[in-house]
């Protein structure tokens, strides 16, 4: 029996989300709302935790800097320990990885036409660990090995939302060539509107929010035709992120196409995904919070 992806998961990485955790502060005021907010997501994922997470996500100048800027780079370890990010690691376990899955990825996706760069050591920050923590919890140790998707959604030229679609649509194929019977989820992260400096510090969009998330649901095809400038000044200079979203997106069964390295047109255009669970929440520290969960219907 091969892999296969079951879910798609989507939620902004703010690191005050992590702080909040690490220094046990969720009960506050400004926090307890979010949390209890989160609380349907856990208990979700309480019940579908998978063998596997391929987790999409932006580092911000930790793994990676200005002298280097990988558009899409998978990692290939065997573990990930949290990034010093200024103020020391944050107290969550070692991330485990899945190096076979990752041999695999690459060995897929590559001859797909997504030239990724090969990570066989990085650290990882904020925006792998704040949604490691926001659907696990604090535990001893995180419940499934990750494989890390690093995107540069930093230096411009960023990829773009077509381009993040297909290659959701190219992790699928390789998750289903994949001879082996794991449960994968695609988690995409990072988001919502949100812009940390200039005059417009402090921009938050919802009626721009809330749309996205309708049509990452309904319409992700049109979707990826929302140029980045569209992104810059709806959502932020930070809410750029989100085009993250599309690459686990294009993960689900319904985006499957028929010009596939597979060529199995049976495979294409599977069942629309349920709606698992929903949050939008504002603020939390300079951004709006957004959490979506897709299961696979087919
Ligand atoms: C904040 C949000 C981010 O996405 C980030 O990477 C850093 C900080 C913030 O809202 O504080
Ligand atoms: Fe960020």
């Given at each position: 029996m091969s892999a296969r992806i079951t879910a798609s998961v989507y939620t902004s990485h703010v690191p005050a989300i992590g702080v909040a955790m690490d220094l046990g502060t969720t009960d506050e005021p400004y926090w307890q709302p979010l949390f209890s907010g989160y609380e349907p997501a856990r208990e979700w994922m309480r019940a579908h935790t998978p063998d596997v997470v391929i987790l999409v996500y932006n580092d911000h100048g930790n793994a990676f800097s200005l002298e280097m800027i990988p558009t899409f780079a998978l990692g290939m370890a065997p573990s990930y320990e949290p990034a010093d990010e200024g103020w020391g690691a944050r107290p969550v376990p070692i991330v485990g990885g899945h190096p076979a899955l990752s041999a695999h990825l690459a060995q897929s996706v590559i001859p797909q036409d997504f030239d990724l760069t090969l990570v066989n050591g990085m650290k990882v920050d904020h925006g792998l660990t704040v949604p490691l923590s926001i659907m696990f919890g604090q535990p001893d140790s995180w419940p499934c090995p990750v494989v890390p998707l690093a995107v540069n959604?930093?230096?411009?030229?960023v990829p773009s939302g077509r381009r993040c679609l297909q290659l959701g649509r190219a992790i699928r194929r390789a998750v289903e060539s994949f001879d082996d019977d794991l449960d994968v989820q695609v988690w995409g992260t990072g988001g919502m509107s949100h812009q940390l400096?200039?005059?417009?510090?402090?921009l938050i969009n919802q009626p721009w929010d809330t749309a996205f998330m309708d049509r990452l649901i309904a319409d992700p095809d049109g979707l990826a035709d929302v140029p980045h400038i569209d992104y810059l000044r709806?959502?932020?200079?930070?809410?750029?992120?989100?085009?993250?979203?599309l690459i686990a997106r294009g993960a689900m069964a319904d985006c499957a196409d028929l010009a596939g390295a597979t060529g199995r047109a049976d495979r294409a255009g599977g069942a629309a995904p349920s709606v698992a669970h929903r949050l939008y929440h504002v603020p939390a520290s300079n951004t709006a919070v957004g959490q979506l969960i897709l299961e696979d219907r087919s």
């Open positions: 959604v930093v230096q411009y030229p400096q200039g005059p417009r510090a402090g709806e959502a932020g200079s930070e809410g750029i992120e989100l085009v993250m979203w």
